[in-house]
């Protein structure tokens, strides 16, 4: 089962907030009573209390949209469905919806499939992305590997000015680490983007960071690493050791 929440908002306008929520759980023959109580709930956990007796002109463009998302919520859909949903909205109100379905993914766990022109907005959202052109996908593939590993001339165009060190993560740049680099830098996980590290490592002032995982080394990114990194100069995942004692190691992640 989906719902789909709509760029334009889609509510009816005689209709106040936990009404316009309602009305999906009214077309499946829920009672008066019933609807409301679940409507009011879901009022709330879209940052809408105290709202429920506005009509949709009474509200701004962002609180127009929460309405429409609590009201896709409202018949517990498997997958949620979002049509350009913050394309109307202005920058600030766009990140804090962005915000909000982020949060509301964590809690609920459910399916959501959005469409969008915005790359940013894909980035910043999606764990998997599926990238078309002509009505057909050219690449289907994590954010990390959209920027990092484009398929084509035509993804490496569209990816082009994307700042790669707020999409890649420390594993794609990390190396092995060499004697005596494992006790000391600033520790960073192997999920952190690589802007993450930079700034890890521009506060402490060591030239590297360590990477833990569950409190195991296993690597590390010095200041070279993560300019490459920056620069588009190494593949992601594929990175060499320099001065090892036993020559060059090359190791892929």
């Given amino acids: 089962r989906a719902a789909m929440v709509f760029q334009h908002f889609g509510l009816l306008p005689h209709r106040t907030v936990l009404d316009n929520v309602a009305y999906g759980l009214e077309i499946q023959g829920l009672s008066k009573a019933e609807r409301r109580a679940k409507a009011a709930e879901l009022v709330e956990k879209v940052g809408l209390a105290g709202l429920e007796d506005r009509r949709p002109s009474q509200l701004s463009g962002g609180q127009q949209q929460r309405v429409g998302l609590a009201r896709a919520l ?43 022109h915005d790359l940013s907005e894909a980035l910043r959202l999606g764990t998997r992305i599926a990238l078309m052109r002509d009505g057909g996908i050219v690449q289907l593939g994590t954010p990390e590997e959209i920027v990092g590993s484009p398929a084509d001339d035509y993804v490496r165009e569209f990816v082009r000015d994307v700042p790669r060190e707020q999409v890649l993560t420390v594993a794609t740049a990390m190396r092995p680490a060499l004697a005596g680099e494992s006790e000391r830098g600033p520790a960073v996980r192997p999920d952190a983007t690589v802007y993450e590290a930079i700034e890890a490592v521009s506060r402490s002032g060591d030239p590297a960071a360590r990477v833990m995982d569950a409190g195991r080394l296993v690597g590390v990114v010095d200041q070279a690493c993560l300019l490459d990194v920056v620069a588009g100069t190494t593949d992601p ?17």
């Fill in 74 to 116: 409202a018949v517990d859909p498997s997958v949620l469905l979002f049509d350009e949903p913050f394309s109307a909205l202005d920058p600030l109100i766009r990140r804090e919806m962005q915000d909000e379905v982020v949060r509301l993914h964590r809690e609920e766990g459910r399916t959501m499939v959005f469409i969008t």
């Fill in 237 to 253: 995942g594929t990175v060499t050791a320099p001065d090892a004692p036993d020559g060059p190691r090359e190791v892929t992640v």
